[in-house]
């Protein structure tokens, strides 16, 4: 039998990611079960270095579905957050990277310590941040797979996946605030809009790699109507590369291609891969 393309990933952290599990591998009560390469959790470990917050990592791999684990989290999937009691015994287990990010920016809301909200305060801007944290999780991070497991056997073109993407980005950049000259989608300050974008748009040059007209963003000056979008999309992508709790978070790029190739043969069986083979909502 060859090997499982699921269960084989290689397991650990390479580059600044791997500072990073080093700083966080001691005993802690509050434990993230992660994945290296996995963008669901790369949002809630970006929380966890943007805000301070100290923690264990502790490296699993989802695919194996361990008795363990799965009584953590029946999904199985990562990231899975093990809060402690106030007995300080048993986790408390949470997942979903999305509550994951929410539970932890209200939790651990002490400013002097962990410096400002990634929601905002007003009730209706909080709410429109959700709205558009939905946009990502509906049709961004969708569309992102569809675009990068398409094969020649599919049933419609490659160009159809990628214009699709391409609507849901600039859908969202619209919205992105473009008053004060800040880079993030609230302008000056980043929140969690930009937590849960930040991991797909760091993977897209790996589209770029393995499919053919790649994710084709327009470069400068190429965007034609949509160039003022364009041009603020390029704004945002810099300033997520350049984020210090971004970076801290990112294993080398190498160690991407080779874990990326499986959704790009679409030979993956993981249950978001599975998802989009089948045309279903994700995991
Ligand atoms: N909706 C979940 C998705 C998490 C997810 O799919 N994680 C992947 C790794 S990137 C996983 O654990 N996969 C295991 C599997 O597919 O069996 C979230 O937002 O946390």
Redesign the pocket.
């Known amino acids: 039998m060859g090997k499982n393309v699921d269960t084989s990933i290689q397991g650990k952290a390479t580059g600044s990611a791997a500072q990073e599990v080093e700083r966080h591998s001691g005993e802690h009560p509050l434990k993230l079960y992660a994945?290296w390469f996995?963008?669901?959790?790369q949002r809630a470990w970006i929380v966890l270095v943007e805000k301070k917050i100290p923690y264990q990592y502790i490296e699993i791999n989802?695919?194996n579905k361990d008795p363990d684990f799965l009584a953590l989290n029946p999904r199985?999937?990562?990231?899975t957050l093990g809060v402690p009691t106030a007995q300080g015994k048993d986790l408390k287990p949470l997942?979903?990277?999305?509550v994951i990010c929410q539970y932890l920016d209200e939790a651990y809301a002490d400013e002097s310590k962990h410096g400002p909200a990634l929601l905002p305060a007003d009730p209706y801007e909080r709410a429109r941040c959700r709205l558009w944290m939905d946009h990502v999780a509906t049709r961004i991070v969708p569309g992102f797979y569809k675009l990068i497991q398409h094969t020649p056997q599919k049933e419609f073109p490659i160009e159809r996946a990628r214009e699709e993407l391409h609507g849901h980005v600039k859908t969202l950049v619209r919205e992105m605030d473009s008053s004060g000259g800040g880079p993030w989608f609230a302008g000056g300050d980043f929140g969690m809009v930009d937590v849960m974008l930040a991991p797909w748009a760091l993977r897209l040059w790996l589209i770029d790699h393995y499919k053919p007209g790649g994710f084709g963003a327009p470069k400068v000056g190429e965007g034609g109507d949509d160039e003022e979008i364009w041009a603020r999309w390029r704004k945002w992508l810099d300033a997520v590369e350049n984020r210090e709790s971004i970076k801290a978070t990112c294993s080398v790029r190498e160690q991407y291609i080779d874990v990326y190739k499986r959704y790009a043969d679409d030979t993956t069986n993981?249950?978001?891969a599975q998802a989009t083979r089948q045309g279903k909502s994700?995991?």
Do not use: A, N, T
């Open positions: 994945g996995c963008p669901f959790v989802p695919y199985g999937l990562v990231p997942y979903e990277s999305s993981s249950l978001v994700l995991p």
